[in-house]
């Protein structure tokens, strides 16, 4: 009768299946995101983090290294505590603050863990850690943190910290992720790639409580993390110590290199701060500290300050008017105070005479030459022509731009050109001649540089004509073995055939204006400078010294700039004589006068409001 | 040695290899189910969800024994005292019952758990059998709808009350047998549309709706205006057709539990429904399918089922441990598989000579078919998660025997098809 209905309910259980069949399909092979959240759901990666590199100085003595922390780990969904109170007591957290952090980590996950507390020290953990047990579904997950040997070189150095918001969307390489630490200045930052080393990620396969059943295909993905190269500075840690001990209490900077490589010994910029406050559970607190501080710490002055060069920069003078050719080494010229005050008497000088004396007229008078060669009959146009030529040949000297020292932040100084004495004096005002000018033949007016940049001039008249970058690290260092950094020689005019009258017109300048820079047995070469305060009457000028030693065959240039502390031969020279004496002897050889009691009682900062000693 | 050659006699070898393959991968498919790569056990480890049905598997030889030695007619004989046990049993669950996931449906013996709707089904299924079967019963008459709709109705609303929705839906199946033999189609138009707008209310705002009915209504009323007595059943079907959609919102927000009301909305309105907690179930198992791609991880290589993000994994989720390990084609040789049994077992009803044993057969089909496609749909999302296990796949003994039991009653009455003549 209703034989015809079993071909309908064939023809429906049939459809079905192909309706199943069709959806299983699109769902299995059409669509493939669902792979895709299949891993989200399994795979558990698991970073290992690198050793980050460490610091050595020259003689191979540590200067930063890792220490382990450890952070509180919690499972909420594991917590069973017998007595809040007792677990409050020894984490030293109130109950108020220990149930919104249980919160937060509920909120986050119960099955996953979470950081209940940070940074836990190494000494804090000894204590804790045999009360531990007593606290389920916590567990202590040991990092480590950076550690300085010494408080010194905060600056030079740098900080670590958590990478900004910023810096994540900079790192095009895709490799940081939020909370990751990163070296924020200084060395941390510079060489942040090579000591940072390479992640390890392992993939864990995890079941839906989170729990770990193995690895990934066998591990087949994972790779092993590659600790962090080793820096091997330049630095010389005792020397560093002993120029930080001697700007104690002073604005200023301290920095020595050795000519020969380029090798930054000492850099040392007063005042700063211990690194060790910029590290671990505090570091917030003292990073306000520090940041707001009137004397600023963070500012490094050996390598952000400008001054005017004052009279050091008259070895520049007479180094390019010789190698244009417009004065000769044994030139005697006669020179009458007409132009500038002048320490010096009026009377004939050659280029040592006239550095030893440090003689302004005699300057005035080089530095007319170089710039007025009279190639147009119009001073003006004479001085533009001539300016331009002076300014290149000055920035062959490293001055007018950064260095390019392996620290960020470098000032770059300033080299008045043409261009800019257009602008300062613009045409409707009437132009501009040497008379207008001529104050920067005694290294003032607008000129500027950095206590590095004058530090790399000494190098390089103590290498009689080149110099080689500036630099903090000399090589890395990787399971033993080491891989040095090349530099090269930067030369800076047609020959060194001047250079021995300006060494030795250092030389002379060293017993006649620098008497307190003089060593017994080490011969040093030397120029005193005053840079001037630009605030007058205030306070006192800033006291410059730029040396190297010895003289002859020299092993150490230094730049030392002693802010508020008046006329170069006093703090200045001093301190850069007792480095030098340091650094070549080994000590301190004592004399009828006590330099270093000198240096050290001379406190210029007391008394400059907000600073504290 | 004949005795035991007539035990088997001229039984359907094509439907006891479908079933023993079926029995046998999803023997598999459990240990692949609990398998702990970590742990490296054995499939015969009774430890496991796997060794425990190896012995289910081995239990229920026993009952096809007994089946094949007990006499074919006995089914026919005594439907009314088996459907009134079972009816005395459900009712008893009710009372001495325990609770399991809300639901009151089992019997509780130490170790042994027994629930007796799963035995109901073929019970009712005989009931129906033999009074369809009996003289004088004419599926197009009214008074015989309704003593079909009244053995139906009975061990439905039982289990209503216990309440297990899923085995009442398996219930409604068994329309499809009476549709075979001459049910009225209005009973299947009914319910489709029934369905449609079950959807249709949990899709489109009630507003919506009412505007939609009202505009319906209204065109065929226009189409109706030269024949006025036609607009009185016109009106009727409306107000009914409104009167269903306030009930079934009104089931939906009052009625149901809230969680019942998150499965129909995870289907309908996945927006609605949070992946991490009601659609968990739903999304990890599609997960688990979507994950296996045309040709599968592998034996033991799949990767959701096992680390526990498919909740009920060997038992109502199997599927889709199947599916994650063995793909799209895996999924084509199950449902070629279930289809195949399906469709051979309707080629066997139609095969009797007896009405009971038609009837009966088309009964074991539209079961089995239930159970397939409605396990299959919700693992993959087509149909709100109810707990109903893939026949001869998924865990468990109750299940297992109670489909084995049901398929070789068929087998042992089809092997005496032709003595059946002798009777009338």
Request: aromatic share 12%; hydrophobic share 45%.
């Amino acid at each position: 009768m209703f034989e015809n209905r079993r071909y309908i309910i064939q023809a429906i259980f049939i459809g079905v299946g192909l309706v199943f069949l069709v959806k299983l399909f699109a769902l299995q092979v059409a669509d493939d995101t669902y792979h895709i959240k299949a891993e989200r759901n399994i795979i558990h990666r698991i970073i290992e983090y690198p050793f980050r590199g460490l610091m050595y100085d020259r003689n191979d003595e540590l200067i930063v290294y890792n220490e382990p922390i450890y952070d509180l780990m919690v499972v909420p969904r594991d917590v069973y505590i017998a007595d809040t109170a007792d677990f409050c007591n020894l984490f030293k957290i109130t109950e108020e603050d220990f149930l919104a952090r249980m919160q937060k980590a509920r909120k986050y996950s119960s099955v996953k863990p979470s950081a209940f507390l940070q940074k836990i020290s190494h000494e804090e953990f000894a204590l804790i850690q045999d009360h531990l047990y007593k606290f389920n579904g916590f567990y202590a997950n040991p990092r480590t943190i950076r550690k300085y040997s010494q408080p010194l070189l905060a600056n030079e150095i740098g900080y670590t910290g958590e990478i900004s918001p910023k810096e994540l969307e900079r790192d095009t390489t895709g490799y940081y992720k939020s909370g990751d630490y990163v070296g924020v200045t200084g060395l941390e930052k510079y060489y942040e790639e090579q000591l940072r080393g390479v992640r390890g990620v392992s993939r864990k396969v995890v079941n839906v409580n989170g729990i770990e059943k193995g690895s990934f295909k066998n591990g087949e993905y994972d790779t092993a993390a590659v600790p962090g190269k080793n820096l091997i500075t330049t630095i010389d840690l005792k020397l560093q110590a002993y120029a930080e001990k001697l700007l104690a209490g002073k604005r200023g900077s301290v920095v020595a290199i050795e000519p020969s490589t380029g090798e930054v010994l000492v850099m040392a910029s007063a005042p700063s701060y211990d690194p060790n406050l910029l590290t671990g559970r505090e570091f917030g607190k003292n990073f306000k500290k520090i940041e707001s501080d009137t004397t600023s710490p963070l500012f490094n002055r050996a390598i952000q300050a400008q001054y005017p060069p004052g009279s050091i920069f008259k070895t520049v003078q007479a180094l390019i008017a010789l190698d244009e050719g417009v004065i000769s080494a044994d030139e005697a010229i006669m020179v009458y105070n007409i132009h500038m005050g002048d320490h010096a008497p009026s009377g004939k000088y050659d280029v040592t005479r006239g550095i030893e004396n440090s003689s302004n007229n005699y300057f005035y008078e080089v530095m007319r030459r170089t710039v007025n060669q009279g190639l147009s009959s119009s001073i003006f146009t004479d001085t533009h022509l001539g300016m331009e030529k002076w300014a290149r040949a000055v920035e062959g000297f490293g001055f007018g731009s950064p260095l390019g020292i392996d620290i960020k932040g470098e000032a770059p100084g300033l080299v008045p050109d043409t261009e800019f004495y257009h602008k300062m004096y613009p045409k409707e005002k009437g132009s501009w001649a040497y008379s207008t000018i001529y104050s920067l033949s005694i290294g003032q007016g607008e000129l500027l540089v950095t206590p590095l940049q004058v530090a790399n001039l000494a190098a390089t008249i103590a290498n009689r004509g080149y110099y080689i970058k500036p630099h903090l690290v000399s090589g890395f260092k990787e399971n033993g073995v080491v891989t040095p950094i090349e530099y090269e020689k930067h030369y800076t005019g047609k020959g060194d055939e001047y250079y021995p009258a300006i060494i030795e017109g250092m030389k002379l300048a060293v017993e006649k204006t620098a008497k307190r820079a003089v060593i017994k047995d080490i011969p040093i070469a030397g120029k005193t400078g005053t840079a001037e305060n630009g605030v007058k009457n205030e306070s006192l000028d800033h006291s410059v010294f730029m040396a190297f030693a010895p003289a002859d065959d020299p092993k150490i240039a230094i730049a030392v700039y002693t802010e508020n502390a008046g006329w170069g031969g006093g703090a200045s020279a001093s301190i850069a004589s007792l480095i030098i004496e340091k650094y070549i002897r080994g000590e301190i050889k004592k004399t009828w006068w006590n330099r270093e009691e000198y240096v050290l009682k001379k406190l210029y900062l007391k008394g400059l409001e907000g600073v504290e000693n | 040695m004949r005795k035991e050659g007539s035990l088997f006699g001229s039984i359907d070898w094509l439907i006891v290899i479908i079933y023993f393959t079926l029995v046998v991968l999803g023997w598999f498919n459990i240990f692949a189910s609990v398998y702990d790569p970590v742990a490296n056990q054995s499939i015969l480890d009774m430890n496991l969800n796997s060794g425990r049905q190896l012995v289910f598997i081995g239990v229920a030889l026993v009952p096809i024994l007994v089946i094949l030695l007990l006499d074919f007619r006995i089914y026919e004989s005594f439907a009314p005292l088996f459907y009134g046990i079972m009816i005395l049993l459900l009712a008893g669950v009710l009372v001495f019952g325990r609770e399991v996931n809300g639901a009151k449906a089992w019997f509780e013996i130490g170790a042994f758990r027994f629930q007796p709707a799963e035995f109901t089904k073929m019970a009712t299924a005989m009931l129906l059998a033999r009074y369809v079967s009996s003289t004088g019963v004419k599926l197009t008459d009214f008074s015989s709808q309704l003593k079909v709709f009244l053995i139906l109705g009975l061990p439905i609303g039982l289990i209503m009350l216990q309440p297990d929705f899923g085995s009442v839906i398996i219930f409604a199946s068994l329309i499809i047998p009476m549709y075979r033999e001459g049910f009225p189609s209005i009973y299947l138009i009914l319910g489709l549309t029934i369905g449609v707008l079950f959807v249709l209310t949990l899709l489109v705002p009630q507003n919506y709706l009412f505007i939609g009915i009202g505009a319906v209504t209204l065109i065929a009323a226009i189409m109706q205006w030269k024949k006025p007595k036609r607009l009185i059943p016109v009106a009727l079907i409306a107000i009914g057709i409104t009167c269903f959609v306030l009930a079934t919102d009104f089931i939906l927000n009052e009625v149901i539990y809230e969680y019942q009301k998150k499965r129909v909305e995870a289907i309908f309105r996945p927006e609605l429904v949070d992946p991490q907690a009601e659609g968990w179930n739903l999304e990890q198992s599609k997960i688990a399918i979507g994950s296996g791609g045309f040709a599968g991880k592998g034996f033991l290589e799949g990767t959701q089922t096992k680390f526990g993000y498919v909740p009920e994994q060997s038992t109502d989720f199997i599927f889709s441990t199947l599916a994650e390990e063995h793909g799209w084609i895996g999924s084509l040789v199950l449902v070629t598989l279930f289809i195949a049994l399906i469709l051979r077992v309707i080629f066997i009803a139609e095969r009797q000579k007896s009405k009971f044993a038609r009837v009966y057969g088309y009964s074991v089909a539209s079961i089995l078919f239930f159970h397939f496609s409605i396990n299959i749909a919700m693992t993959i999302g087509l149909f709100p998660v109810v707990g109903i296990p893939l026949p001869f796949f998924s865990y468990g003994g109750s299940s297992l025997w109670s489909f084995t039991i049901m398929l070789f009653i068929l087998l042992k009455i089809d092997m005496h098809r032709s003595q059946v003549l002798m009777r009338f």
